[in-house]
Every structure is written in structure tokens, then in C-alpha cells.
């Protein structure tokens, strides 16, 4: 298995037009796993995994370098740049002069000299501090899109990373963002998934040229409970159907979607079979059944309590 396995999209905004494989590993952490993060980035570059989403809240930028230093030193890749990977600003540091400083602490921690996307989180800014999850809502101050946008350009025009994007942004947020912004987003990062469709989301972006990663595509989340999508009576009869599991339903439907999408397993088999989505299609008849799918967004927000207007009603 090799890097040609997951096909890529070119980021338009990025420097030298970087490309992005469509697919990568997600590594939010979750309590339950019992594989860890260096282990798990390794397996999956022997898969042929190139695309790997870390942020610093995820307390995993340590791990994903190590990782990337032993694949190096192992020979399962020739150089760093056969890598695409992104990690993301906290709200902590979602300040004009702290986005530089954060990324530089963010290089350091993955041994890195470049990120290839560098995302802001969340449309929020908190006081400076230590991450705390959820986010307590006395924490959160002005946030000052403009300014930031000014210095995460400035990071993509130093070389720190060749794109810059944003994540869990509305069709009103990037409407600002795109009015003052020099260098476009290339990315918008939102959840996107069979019981979350986005359409709205999904055009506009389109017709920008802002390309959307999907998060939680198997819409299991960290830990979350009940699952109505991998557990969907309907999307359980098209997998039978196709001789599919109902994950490997999810993620080709979004790749038919051409979305890019950021999957999470630590589990040898289920990272293999995740893979497994590139050499079969979905029929018109099972589209007409996903379009039945009950809609209801998972995650919420990362505030405690919810605010109200996160998502201006979209
Ligand atoms: P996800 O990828 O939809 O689901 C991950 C869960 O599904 C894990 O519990 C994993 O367990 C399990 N799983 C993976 N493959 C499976 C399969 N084939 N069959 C059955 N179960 C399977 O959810 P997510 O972690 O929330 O999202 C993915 C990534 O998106 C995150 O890791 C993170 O990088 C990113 N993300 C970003 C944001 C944001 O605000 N920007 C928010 C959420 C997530 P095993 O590991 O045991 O396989």
C-alpha cells in the first residue's frame, strides 16, 4: 500500500497550490482507547495514511511528531513533505498577537518547520489560559476576526504552514471572513456526516472555493452515546446491500460528495477498512433513501452553557 491509495484536491489559496488526500486520520482523543497516538500515527502511515488532523487542544501534537520522526527514521516514508498535516488554534490563543507565538509552540511540540493548514478551532476567543473543555462561557471575550485573519496570513506568508482555513464557521462568518480576508480560507472544517448532510454549508463553500473537511463522519464523536447513524436500520440495509460495513457507507458517501473528511480509529482493522472505500459506488436508489435520514447536528458547540447564536441559525 502506498501514498497514491487516498486521491488528493488542491487547496487553491495554499502555497504552491498544496494538495490535500481526501481522507485523513483523525486523533481526537478519547478516554476509552487503549492504542496511543504514536502508535496508532505509525500504523497508519504503514497503511498509507498521509493525512493526519491534530490540534493543540487535543494535547496529541507531541505524539503525532514522534511518530512522524520514527516513520522517517524507518524508511515508511522518504520525506516529510509526503505528509499533509494540520493542527489548530485554541480560543485560548484566538488573539491578534498570540496566533504567531501558538503556532511556533505547536511547530516545536511536532518537531515540525511547517504545518501544512493551520485552522482557527472555533469562532471564539477566550481570555489567555489553559484549555479547558467545555468552554466556560465568563471566559469568552471579543473575538477580532480581522486581526487574527491578518496574523494567520502572516504565518502562511513566513512559511509556518502553507494554508491557513477555519473551522465550524457559518455561511455569516465566512461571508465577513471573505470580505477583508487578503489570502481566502482554503479550508472549512464542520461536522458532516449522513445524519448532518450540510447542503447549505456545502454550496456556498462550493461556490467559493473553500474546501470542507468533515468531522465526525462516522457521527460517533468522543464518546457520545447513542449512535444514530452507524446504528440507522437504513444505512444497515444499504451496507448489507453492498457487502459494506455502515462506516464504509458513511465515508464513501462523502467522498462521492467530494468532500475531504478526517476519520478516527486507533484500531488496526477498522483504520484498514476505512480505507476500504475507494473501488464502489452507492446507486441512485440508496441517495433517495439518504436523503430520508433524520437531520439533527451532534455537535453542539464547546461551551457550557450552549450560546445561542454559534451557529447564526443555520
Ligand atoms: P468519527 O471519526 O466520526 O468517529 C470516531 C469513532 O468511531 C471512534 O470511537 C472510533 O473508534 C470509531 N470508528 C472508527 N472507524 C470505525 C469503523 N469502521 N467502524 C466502527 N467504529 C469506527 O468521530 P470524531 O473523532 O469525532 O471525528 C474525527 C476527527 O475529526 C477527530 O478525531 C478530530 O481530528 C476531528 N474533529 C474536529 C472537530 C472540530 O471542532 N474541528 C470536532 C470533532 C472532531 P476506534 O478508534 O476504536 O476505531
Known amino acids: 500500500m502506498g501514498s497514491t491509495l487516498v486521491s488528493e484536491v488542491t487547496l487553491e489559496s495554499a502555497t504552491g497550490k498544496r494538495k490535500m488526500p481526501v481522507m485523513g486520520l483523525g486523533t481526537a482523543p478519547e478516554a476509552t482507547s487503549t492504542v496511543t497516538t504514536k502508535d496508532a500515527v505509525l500504523e497508519a502511515i504503514k497503511q ?23 516513520a522517517l527514521q524507518l524508511g515508511l516514508i522518504a520525506s516529510r513533505d509526503q505528509l499533509f498535516i494540520t493542527t489548530k488554534l485554541w480560543v485560548t490563543d484566538n488573539h ?32 489567555p489560559g489553559k484549555v479547558v473543555y467545555p468552554i466556560e ?10 486581526g487574527v485573519w491578518g496574523s494567520m496570513e502572516e504565518c502562511q506568508r513566513l512559511g509556518l504552514t502553507k494554508a491557513i482555513g477555519v473551522s465550524n464557521f457559518s455561511i455569516k462568518k465566512l461571508k465577513k471572513l471573505l470580505s477583508f480576508a487578503t489570502i481566502p480560507p482554503a479550508v472549512n472544517q464542520v461536522e458532516v456526516n449522513l445524519g448532518w448532510q450540510q447542503v447549505k454549508l456545502r454550496q456556498f463553500c462550493k461556490e467559493k472555493g473553500i474546501t470542507i473537511t468533515a468531522f465526525s463522519p462516522l457521527r460517533k464523536g468522543a464518546s457520545r452515546g447513542a449512535n444514530f447513524v452507524l446504528d440507522n436500520d437504513v444505512i444497515k440495509e444499504l451496507a448489507d446491500a453492498h457487502g459494506k460495513t455502515a462506516a464504509q457507507i458513511c465515508l464513501r458517501w462523502l467522498y462521492e460528495q467530494d468532500l475531504t473528511f478526517v476519520v478516527k480509529s486507533y484500531d488496526k482493522e477498522r483504520m484498514k477498512q476505512n480505507l476500504g472505500i475507494f473501488d464502489w459506488s452507492l446507486t441512485e436508489d440508496d441517495y433517495k433513501k439518504i436523503s430520508e435520514i433524520y437531520q439533527e447536528r451532534l455537535i453542539k458547540g464547546p461551551t457550557k452553557p450552549l450560546l445561542d447564536d454559534l451557529w447564526d441559525e443555520e
Open 48 to 70: 498509507g495514511y498521509r493525512h493526519f488532523d491534530a490540534a493543540s487542544a487535543y494535547g496529541v501534537e507531541q505524539s503525532v511528531g514522534e511518530a512522524i520522526a520514527e
Open 137 to 146: 462561557v465568563s471566559e469568552i471575550v471579543e473575538f477580532d476576526m480581522q
Open 96 to 127: 491578534p498577537q498570540t496566533i504567531l507565538p501558538a503556532l511556533q509552540k505547536s511547530l516545536r511540540t511536532l518537531q515540525l518547520e511547517y504545518i501544512d493548514l493551520y485552522l482557527i478551532h472555533w469562532p471564539i476567543a477566550t481570555k
